[in-house]
């Protein structure tokens, strides 16, 4: 069964880059879209983007000038980079498989970012 | 980008009653819509994906219908374990986009 697991420093300064990494174990990465989704304390979910093992990818617009995801297929990993972070960017960040239209879902647990000085 | 407004918000409901929740696009996005049940502290779990197809290990009391812009969830007979927040997310498109999420509580 593929497990996916974020990481990444937990506190991050108001206009720096917040960086995770999401490590997929259990089947291969080139298997499955995947995708960043976050959630604000308290709030709804907010779909930030996607990529494929190819490097193919697209972002939310609201987010598109300041993110970036990438993937390293040999280390089974993909990563987000969120710049220019303001408090808004506080909220609990996942990982995902973004195959929606396949039988196969899979989720990280989850981990909170928090933006302040 | 493809709106999907979800209702209620919110509702009360009691252990074996029937209930549904509805999401309606802004615009037509076939049957690429699914539903996922989170409870407080954990990921989202996918229920339903093609709008009505049963993700494996999901009970059967969890149905989903519709297709184009109106989508609907049903749970037939409310259980303890599913007092949660519901979303749909339409995936036709880019952005992905979820409804707001309908939080069903005990009454």
């Known amino acids: 069964q593929v497990q996916l697991q974020e990481s990444g420093p937990g506190l991050v300064k108001p206009s720096e880059t917040l960086s995770l990494t999401c490590t997929v174990s259990g089947g291969s990465i080139r298997s499955y879209y995947w995708s960043w989704i976050r959630q604000p304390p308290g709030k709804g979910l907010e779909w930030i983007g996607y990529i494929y093992y190819t490097g193919s990818t697209d972002y939310n617009p609201s987010l598109k000038s300041r993110v970036t995801i990438s993937i390293d297929t040999s280390k089974n990993q993909f990563s987000l980079k969120l710049s220019s972070v303001t408090a808004a960017d506080t909220a609990v960040y996942y990982c995902a498989s973004g195959t929606y239209w396949g039988s196969d879902d899979f989720w990280g647990q989850g981990t909170l970012v928090t933006v302040s000085p | 980008d493809i709106q999907m407004t979800q209702s209620p918000s919110s509702l009360s409901a009691s252990v074996g009653d029937r209930v549904t929740i509805t999401c309606r696009a802004s615009q037509g996005i076939r049957n690429d819509l699914g539903w996922y049940q989170q409870k407080p502290g954990k990921a989202p779990k996918r229920l339903l994906y093609a709008a009505s197809s049963l993700q494996s290990g999901v009970p059967s009391r969890f149905s989903g219908s519709g297709s184009g812009t109106e989508f609907t969830l049903t749970i037939s007979s409310l259980q303890p374990e599913d007092f949660a927040t519901y979303y749909c997310?339409?995936?036709?498109?880019?952005?992905?986009?979820f409804g707001q999420g309908t939080k069903v509580e005990i009454k």
């Open positions: 997310l339409q995936h036709n498109s880019y952005p992905r986009t």
